[in-house]
């Protein structure tokens, strides 16, 4: 008996010990370096026809308004880090910085970050924290949901899987280049299930998984904004919001996103076309003419931001 007692004590003793509480979601973010076919809503059902990257699409939540910040890889990967506005160049908070200051979120509330290039060899061993797994993956959709069904099968129902990409499969700085899937997944209620149509970008995701761990964070080192309203109740009303891109070649194209709009123009020599992209996906039909209070208004906004820069 006294044996049963000290090993039942002991037992409570490691428990109380151990830094990872069964309460402590850890999250794993998958970043394919480049997404294999082009994203539309309609591509949830290319992604349907794999049993596990079915599960996250049919049980989690699916942005369909989910941007690239750039379709330049190293532009894409800075924005990540470093929580750059849409890869636009208008901010001045273009530094390393702001993942420093998520880094240091985390560990403060006992999180551990872990970065990877491949899946190989993972859970690790060494796991005794809650963490952030961030991999980044050059994959196909047959690889990803192999991948994915490992990951499944390694998180708990308390986990956050995300998946997105850094790039579209297009060139330029085209929508098919720009747009990319964003799905949020857990086993629990979490994040509840549906669509959002909210517009969304690379530099949202660590405010959004921060409010996910209940992290808190300076909201003002970062522009990426917080989208968690969106995870928890995916039919919340989208916000209003602004999107630009800007090449960093001086003779390279300009866009600007405001929900159904989109305003471009090739070149600083260019003229500017508006269109609307729920009637023409294809951008064919400039209607700048039609809407000039919008036009007008559109180009305001980024003269603006430009000379707020200077």
Same mark, same amino acid.
């Given at each position: 008996m006294r044996l049963l007692i000290l090993s039942f004590i002991s037992v409570l003793f490691f428990h109380a010990c151990s830094d990872k509480s069964s309460d402590d979601p850890s999250v794993v973010l998958f970043l394919v370096e480049t997404w294999p076919a082009e994203w539309t809503e309609n591509g949830i059902k290319d992604l349907q026809s794999y049993p596990a990257l079915k599960k996250i699409t049919e049980n989690g939540v699916v942005f369909t308004q989910a941007f690239t910040a750039s379709p330049e890889g190293d532009l894409a990967k800075k924005s990540l880090v470093s929580g750059m506005h849409t890869g636009n160049l208008l901010s001045d908070n273009f530094s390393d910085k702001n993942l420093d200051n998520f880094k240091n979120a985390l560990l403060e509330n006992n999180y551990q970050l872990f970065n990877y290039s491949t899946i190989s060899g993972w859970p690790d061993d060494n796991q005794?924290?809650?963490? #952030?797994?961030?991999?980044?993956?050059?994959?196909?959709?047959?690889?990803?949901?192999?991948?994915?069904?490992?990951?499944?099968?390694?998180?708990?129902?308390?986990?956050?899987? #995300?998946?997105?990409?850094?790039?579209?499969?297009?060139?330029a700085y085209s929508e098919s280049s720009l747009r990319v899937p964003l799905i949020f997944y857990t086993g629990n209620d979490k994040v509840k299930k549906g669509i959002s149509r909210q517009a969304i970008h690379t530099a949202d995701l660590f405010p959004t998984i921060a409010d996910f761990l209940k992290i808190p964070y300076d909201a003002n080192t970062t522009d990426g904004k917080s989208f968690y309203k969106n995870i928890k109740k995916p039919a919340t009303l989208p916000d209003d919001r602004i999107l630009y891109w800007q090449s960093p070649d001086q003779n390279g194209p300009e866009i600007l996103r405001y929900n159904q709009w989109k305003m471009r123009r090739a070149n600083p020599g260019a003229e500017w076309q508006l269109f609307d992209m729920i009637t023409d996906p294809e951008e064919t039909d400039n209607v700048s003419a039609y809407h000039p209070g919008k036009f007008e208004k559109f180009q305001e906004w980024i003269g603006k931001n430009k000379a707020m820069r200077k």
């Open positions: 005794d924290k809650p963490s #952030v797994h961030i991999f980044r993956l050059d994959l196909d959709l047959m690889q990803l949901e192999k991948e994915m069904a490992d990951a499944l099968a390694a998180t708990t129902e308390n986990d956050l899987i #995300v998946l997105t990409a850094l790039s579209g499969p297009g060139t």
